[in-house]
């Protein structure tokens, strides 16, 4: 049942100091509205970054060769080391590897024609599992084949910024571009995420390394799998060992293959952002704190000023605990309601600049959807609740210690 007399007197208690309670009402709002801003905003920057890793897989090695670095079987420092075709039959055998590749780079400087037009893409001869590497998206035709390579066909698939540059307004498919010389059938249109993506044309490997007489490999690529970093780690150091054998290098070599671990770098990000995300609470939960001593401080003053009307209630039977719940109930009223404005504000602001994103096209590489999820609005409100609770207890418990006697003395 509702207490109205009591409602009544913490009206009358907020009403007579005005300014002071909404200033200490604002420094709630505040605290709460930062939080919830940087909480938003830290998710906006966690979901770009997570999007620029949604077409790549994430668990993947990219391996390339230098020199040897360390003398090993009567072989010198400085010796060059070059991969080949059986290198990535060996890697696809390692354990904890899913998926394999290999690129091969054509040499020299050449543009990319078709009729009339010449302009310059990035190239890339690659085997048919690339596209578990990168996952790029066939929007029209196929991808390269295991009979594209048997078979050492002339084929490429080509991004979509390539299509539009020659097929603007015409069939891409099963036309032919003219790459150093040589003409490529189009059998398939990719697209990904990031623009600068499809200004790319993959070809066969094992086609441009007949073409140029080569049997070389210049990067084995390699999806691990869903296994955490730990274990990416096992399977990196194996691959390395296992390279290291095949082309006579020291165990002790760590130059002669370098390895980049995809895991590693969504490991550092993932730290990155939980620093990043105790950064935030910790600046909002200061704030909070900030404006629950504004309110215990008002409270006081309070309490301070109702000291004889306190006594008063206690001379006439009012026991310590009615006494204290009612200076709580004041304390968690003002933070509560200055509290939810200061969620609503924050909440309703980052939806409009979610909206304002939606509407104008404006998600970026840097930020994108800001968001606040449903379990930080519950905390935010356990904040909240335990904030008022506690702003009104040293009051309160101040007020429980008053001596009725000497409170209607005014003393």
Known sequence: MIDVDKWQEIFSSLGRHKLRTFLT??????????????????????NSVEHDFKDDAVNTLWIWTNETSVPYKGLPIGREVRFENEDLNALSKTKGIKHSSSRYFLQGSFFISYKDKSLAFNVQTVSPEHIYIETPEITKGRWINDIDMK????????GEAVKREFFPEE????????????????????????????????????TAQKIDGSKDVHTLTAELGDIDFAQSLIVEENVRQQLNARHNISPEDKQAIGIWNGAERVQEFRQLFGFIRVFIWFVGIGSIIAGVIGVSNIMLIIVKDRTKEIGIRKAIGATPISIVSMIVQEA??????????????????IHLVQTIMEQNNLDGDFFRNPEVDLSTVVIALGVLVISGVLSGLIPAMQAAKVNPVVAMKGG
């Open 151 to 158: 078979q050492f066909r002339k084929v490429a698939v080509i």
């Open 25 to 46: 009402a604002f420094s709630v709002w505040w605290g709460i509205f930062m939080l919830v801003i940087l909480i938003g905003a830290g998710k906006g920057l966690q």
């Open 332 to 349: 968690v009223f003002l933070t509560s309601v200055a509290g939810y404005i200061g969620l609503a504000s924050g909440l309703g602001l």
């Open 171 to 206: 069939e891409a498919i099963d036309k032919y571009i003219k790459i150093k010389g040589v003409e490529y059938q189009v059998v398939g249109i990719f697209t990904e995420h990031r623009e600068r993506e499809t200004q790319r044309i993959y070809l066969p490997i094992a």
